[in-house]
């Protein structure tokens, strides 16, 4: 089994900052891809950023430019900062990673249980 737990999230200003953490534990013998989700109400979930193993990453357009992702291999955590936050940045923020467990050699994806962002003065 493999567990996603993220951490982080909570009520800020507009123009304000957060750090989102997601640590990977369980039976994993290696993460590929890991990246940062989002739903708001009323809306389907959307990808915010992701990070391959080796650093590369992807972001969505409405972020670019306010919100950066990395990685530590060493701790299984991926990272999202926050910055220059938008009332429309508003949702449950879920964690994504495609794991290789060590029954099997299988890879799948697992995601965390979310934790909500609130942008709003």
């Known amino acids: 089994q493999v567990q996603l737990v993220e951490s982080g999230g909570g009520l800020v200003q507009p123009g304000g900052s957060l750090r989102l953490s997601c640590a990977a534990s369980g039976s994993i013998f290696s993460i590929n891809a890991m990246g940062w989700y989002r739903q708001a109400p009323g809306k389907q979930r959307e990808l915010v950023a992701s990070?391959?193993?080796?650093?590369?990453?992807n972001y969505a357009d409405s972020v670019k430019g306010r919100f950066t992702i990395s990685r530590d291999n060493a701790k299984n955590t991926v990272y999202l900062q926050m910055n220059s936050l938008k009332p429309e940045d508003t949702a449950v923020y879920y964690c994504?990673?495609?794991?290789?467990?060590?029954?099997?050699?299988?890879?799948?994806?697992?995601w965390g249980q979310g934790t909500q962002v609130t942008v709003s003065s």
């Open positions: 994504n990673a495609e794991v290789t467990v060590l029954i099997g050699l299988r890879s799948r994806e697992y």
């Open positions: 990070i391959g193993r080796g650093g590369i990453t």
